[in-house]
């Protein structure tokens, strides 16, 4: 069981090795306990979807300690920075477009050219993000379809198995999660209700902010309300082996795999193939997923062959990515 400590300044530095070698943290926010990685390493990252137990890959929110440190990684209009001057630190999180080639891990964004941002109000938080100088992924610390945490307690109950260390720093003040607003459009949306009400946001921004309305056609969780990540060229599951003019994204050996009438795999140029872990470890493809997939994603190829991923584990969240990644051509 991770050990739950009181938060000063040596737990702090402890959570600050942890995270520095890819560990998960139970860490204290104003709205609910999160469960902390490194946002810029992938396999840390990984992690957090097989803890939570989260069959699929929805994006994670990353947690900065200003909007200075945001704007490394997104996109600010004059619109987000009033709503950013105007709730942050506090409970709220924008949903912005990414700047080209920042240091954030695909996983975090779920393969999406927007990121999900909050700056939290809770000191422990601020002192966590101020020592490890790293953005922080972190959604609530609870198994998936579980009530979301709100001590240090509550967090060993369902994932003390899992992390390597809890920070405590009472209880969380707002105990329900962040405000969600999508910002990549014309007009702001909330995409989650939250800590900040909608008419706090539409007092800011001088009109009326609307709710993303959910019918019973749609469906009522934003994180499924999403496009996710589809690459333009068709995807094959479960190969074999390779057709001429198709790339290959493998997974472990591909000692006895060929390409039709053409040889072997080996012979394939590193272009057209690129292995999501040769050691067959799932939390390196789970890594390796989205930017490899974006990589081979080129018209020169016909395709996207796809060989078969172990359903077991963080692998059942990487064969649903990639099936909903073959189901859109
Ligand atoms: O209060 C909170 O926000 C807590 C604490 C720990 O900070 N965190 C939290 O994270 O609730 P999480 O991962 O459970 O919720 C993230 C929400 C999901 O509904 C997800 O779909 C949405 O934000 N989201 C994240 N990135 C998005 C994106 N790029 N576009 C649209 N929605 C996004
Ligand atoms: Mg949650």
Same mark, same amino acid.
């Given at each position: ?18 995270l520095?070698?890819g560990?998960?943290?139970?860490m ?9 990685a ?24 990353v ?32 949903? /912005?477009?990414? $700047?080209? !080639?920042?240091c #954030?891990? @695909?996983? %975090? ?8 941002i909050?700056?939290p ?9 101020e ?21 240090a307690v509550?967090?060993?109950?369902? /994932?003390?198995? $899992?992390? !390597?260390?809890? #920070?405590? @720093?009472? %209880? ?55 496009k ?61 997923l989205?930017?490899?997939?974006r ?6 190829f ?17 064969n ?10």
């Amino acid at each position: 069981m991770a050990t739950i400590k009181t938060l000063n300044s040596q737990s702090i530095s402890d959570a600050v090795s942890v995270l520095d070698q890819g560990g998960l943290i139970g860490m204290p926010t104003e709205t609910v306990y999160g469960l902390a990685a490194d946002a810029t390493n992938g396999k840390a990252v990984a992690k957090i979807f097989e803890a939570k137990g989260r069959p699929q890959f929805n994006p994670l929110i990353v947690h900065v300690l200003d909007i200075d440190k945001a704007k490394e990684f997104a996109e600010f209009t004059e619109q987000d920075e009033v709503l950013a001057e105007a709730f942050w630190p506090g409970p709220l999180t924008l949903i /912005l477009k990414q $700047k080209e !080639d920042n240091c #954030l891990s @695909d996983l %975090v964004t779920a393969g999406l050219p927007t990121v999900a941002i909050r700056v939290p109000a809770h000191k422990g938080a601020r002192a966590l993000l101020e020592a490890c100088k790293k953005p922080l992924a972190a959604p609530s610390a609870n198994i998936s379809g579980t009530l979301s945490p709100t001590s240090a307690v509550h967090v060993s109950e369902s /994932l003390g198995n $899992k992390v !390597d260390l809890i #920070l405590a @720093d009472g %209880v969380a003040t707002v105990g329900l999660e962040s405000t969600v607003v999508d910002c990549t459009g014309d007009e702001p949306y909330i995409l989650r209700p939250g800590g900040i009400t909608a008419e706090e946001i539409s007092d800011v921004l001088g009109r009326d902010v609307q709710y993303f309305e959910t019918t019973d056609d749609n469906i009522k969780s934003p994180g499924q309300l999403l496009k996710h990540y589809a690459p333009s060229i068709p995807v094959r599951l479960n190969a074999i082996d390779v057709q001429e003019g198709e790339a290959l994204l493998s997974f472990g050996s591909t000692k006895f795999m060929g390409v039709k009438g053409k040889g072997a795999v080996s012979e394939l140029p590193t272009e057209q193939h690129k292995n999501l872990s040769e050691n067959a470890d799932l939390y390196e493809a789970a890594a390796n997923l989205f930017s490899m997939l974006r990589a081979l994603d080129k018209p020169d190829f016909k395709g996207i062959a796809v060989m078969n991923i172990p359903d077991q584990g963080i692998g059942v969240a990487i064969n649903d990515r990639l099936k909903r990644a073959a189901q859109s051509k």
